[in-house]
Nanobody
Framework: QVQLVESGGGLVQAGGSLRLSCAAS????????MGWFRQAPGKEREFVVA?????????YANSSVKGRFTISRDNAKNTVYLQMNSLKPEDTAVYYC???????????????WGQGTQVTVSS
């Protein structure tokens, strides 16, 4: 089992940047593919991006973030990151990180979830 804690959310103006972090407990972080999801008010949670166990493969499920968001991980620090640049008001959401034992990034679904961190982008 793994416990996840997100941080780094906040209020930013359109065009700005934020970096989210997700720290995982336990010694088996590198055995999980990691992903980021987001849920905007009144909408369903959507899959944003996932990264493989070694960090060598990434999958961006949402074309609107490709080129603006970058997922990365540091297995030595048990942490996955989401660098978000050129933020838009429509990126406003609660962002969740997830850990999964799945080997499919394109059909990624989380087995374990963090509590979420709010990202608000003002226009």
């Amino acid at each position: 089992q793994v416990q996840l804690v997100e941080s780094g959310g906040g209020l930013v103006q359109a065009g700005g940047s934020l970096r989210l972090s997700c720290a995982a407990s336990g010694r088996t972080f590198s055995s999980y593919a990691m992903g980021w999801f987001r849920q905007a008010p009144g909408k369903e949670r959507e899959f944003v991006v996932a990264i493989s166990r070694t960090g060598g493969v990434t999958y961006y499920a949402n074309s609107s973030v490709k080129g603006r968001f970058t997922i990365s991980r540091d297995n030595a620090k048990n942490t996955v990151y989401l660098q978000m640049n050129s933020l838009k008001p429509e990126d406003t959401a609660v962002y969740y990180c997830a850990a999964s034992q799945s080997y499919s990034l394109s059909r990624y679904s989380g087995d374990y979830w963090g509590q979420g961190t709010q990202v608000t982008v003002s226009s």
